[in-house]
Nanobody
Framework: QVQLVESGGGLVQPGGSLRLSCAAS????????MNWYRQAPGKQREQVAT???????NYADSVKGRFTMSRDNAKNTVLLQMNSLKPEDTAVYYC??????????WGQGTQVTVSS
């Protein structure tokens, strides 16, 4: 069982920045893939960013060039740096840990609201 706790969400003006954190109850370096997802009201949950155990990253086209996912192995934490935020980035952001098809874990989510 892996527990994930997100933090760092909040209200920010368009063009601003936020940094989300996801603290894991196990070693990040042991996890196959970590992801950030988001879900806006009335929309399906979408994958935003991926970070593999080997260090490769991938981003949704909608956030490419603005969001950066990284990890701090010493703190068992993954981060999502979000810059140049837009109102359409407003959503609940979730952290996901994928160990294998039978062991997938989600955090409780953190709200990000981009509004003037």
């Amino acid at each position: 069982q892996v527990q994930l706790v997100e933090s760092g969400g909040g209200l920010v003006q368009p063009g601003g920045s936020l940094r989300l954190s996801c603290a894991a109850s196990t070693r990040i370096s042991d996890i196959n893939t970590m992801n950030w997802y988001r879900q806006a009201p009335g929309k399906q949950r979408e994958q935003v960013a991926t970070l593999t155990r080997g260090g490769s990253t991938n981003y949704a086209d909608s956030v490419k060039g603005r969001f950066t996912m990284s990890r701090d192995n010493a703190k068992n934490t993954v981060l999502l740096q979000m810059n140049s935020l837009k109102p359409e980035d407003t959503a609940v952001y979730y952290c996901r840990a994928y160990l294998d098809p039978w062991h997938v874990y989600w955090g409780q989510g953190t709200q990000v609201t981009v509004s003037s």
